[in-house]
């Protein structure tokens, strides 16, 4: 990001009281920004951050996440820089099963964060960066960051990720548990035009193009060994080829002493009751933070920027009532996204040869009933209906 631009948009403005206050520059915050910037409703974003920026990590826009982008007018210029897969095939064994009709965005973190935040600013949105939120006063809207910053605005959204500490202040008995999955990242430089998915006992490695001459790659691993969660933690070749001990070594021999590898253990938090309290919100991985086995968490990110600030609009701004409106509508999703999420992780890393057989049977004989429930529940997923029907 140019230097000018995070002078120009880190300045202090003292009265932010009539705003809503965004807690984080991540998917949900940036893309929630863009719609009340849209809508002429008083925004501003706070980042503890720098800069805008990310790891590398790859991700996939399935099409309920696609809307929100074609809404944005974020979808064209993403995609031209990134890769739309037709086609996503998986193996056991090392022998293909059936390969499934696709249409996803796949594409990096980064990039999908650039476009975000340029359509943010280009609406003259407002991002305050180097603010690391520490304690916040629901009763009051009030935010305190580190430096002695304190800020009073007319609603908190929270989007600050797994780690949210507004979610922590409602929730915090509960401690995230070890899910039993570990899971390495990189991103390499390679071609490959579908998504390809290679299930194995207690492991299975999924790569796929985000651009003309990169792929992500991503190894889930049941394991007992809890990593640490966090997504800048590195490892070393010598321990991912540990860890995929019972993987055949040609499915990730393009990776190699020297690549970039990044690790991090799973972990579950319970759903929360309710994602709304007083004067917050809770959107993104704040409000449903869920194991990564059905590439959904960017999706309903999107999802939830989308709804809630339409509520916001169509309610004109009452706040109250675009609150339990979206509480109504994103409490079922999530449920059943997340349940959704623990079945796949369970079904990818069957170890029993008997169940291996029946998983596979059904995937090669009965396409359609493998990813019909996907299709169905997930991707036909209509943000715009669900706000315009809502009474």
């Known amino acids: 990001m140019p230097p000018f631009l995070l002078l120009v948009h880190n300045y202090n403005m003292q009265n932010y009281e009539n705003y809503i206050g965004i807690i984080g520059a991540g998917i949900s915050g940036l893309a929630l920004g863009c719609i009340l910037k849209k809508a002429d409703i008083p925004v501003v974003i706070f980042e503890k951050s720098t800069n805008i920026s990310e790891y590398g990590a790859g ?44 249409d996803v965005i796949t594409t990096s973190r980064q990039v999908l964060y650039k476009y975000l935040y340029e359509k943010y600013i280009s609406l003259d949105g407002q991002i305050l960066f180097d603010h690391q939120l520490y304690d916040v006063d629901f009763d009051k809207s009030e935010l305190k960051f580190t430096g002695d910053k304190t800020y009073q605005v007319r609603h908190i959204v929270a989007c600050d990720g797994i780690k949210s500490i507004c979610r922590k202040k409602l929730d915090f008995q509960k401690e995230p548990t070890y899910s039993g999955y570990s899971v390495w990242r990189a991103i390499v430089e390679k071609k490959q035009k579908n998504t390809q998915t290679f299930l194995g006992p207690n492991h299975h490695i999924v790569t796929y193009p985000i651009s003309n001459s990169k792929i992500s790659f991503v190894a889930a691993i049941k394991t007992p060994k809890k990593y640490k969660e966090s997504w800048k933690s590195s490892g070393t070749f010598e321990e ?58 960017g999706c309903l990110a999107l999802e939830d920027a989308y709804i809630f600030g339409h509520f916001l609009i169509k309610y004109n701004s009452d706040i109250n009532k675009a609150q339990n409106a979206y509480e109504a509508l994103r409490i079922k999703r999530i449920k059943t996204i997340t349940k959704m999420s623990l ?44 706000v315009r029907n809502f009474k």
């Open 59 to 102: 991700i996939s826009i399935s099409p309920n996440g696609a809307k929100i982008l074609k809404y944005l007018n974020l979808y064209d210029e993403i995609i031209s820089i990134s890769s739309n897969p037709k086609q996503a095939d998986f193996f056991s064994n090392n022998k293909k099963i059936n390969s499934f009709d696709v």
């Open 240 to 297: 991912l080829k540990n860890d995929l001990v019972f993987s055949n070594k040609d499915l990730y021999s393009f990776i190699n002493k020297e690549t970039s590898l990044f690790k991090w253990g799973v972990y579950i938090r319970p759903l929360i009751k309710n994602i709304k309290y007083k004067n917050l919100t809770l959107l993104g991985d704040a409000a449903h933070p869920i194991v990564p086995f059905i590439g959904q968490g």
């Open 343 to 386: 079945r796949q992780g369970h079904l990818n890393h069957i170890s029993n040869p008997v169940i291996v057989f029946l998983r596979n049977f059904v995937m090669k004989h009965l396409p359609s009933l493998a990813i019909r429930s996907i299709r169905k529940k997930i991707w036909n997923y209509d943000p715009e209906e669900e």
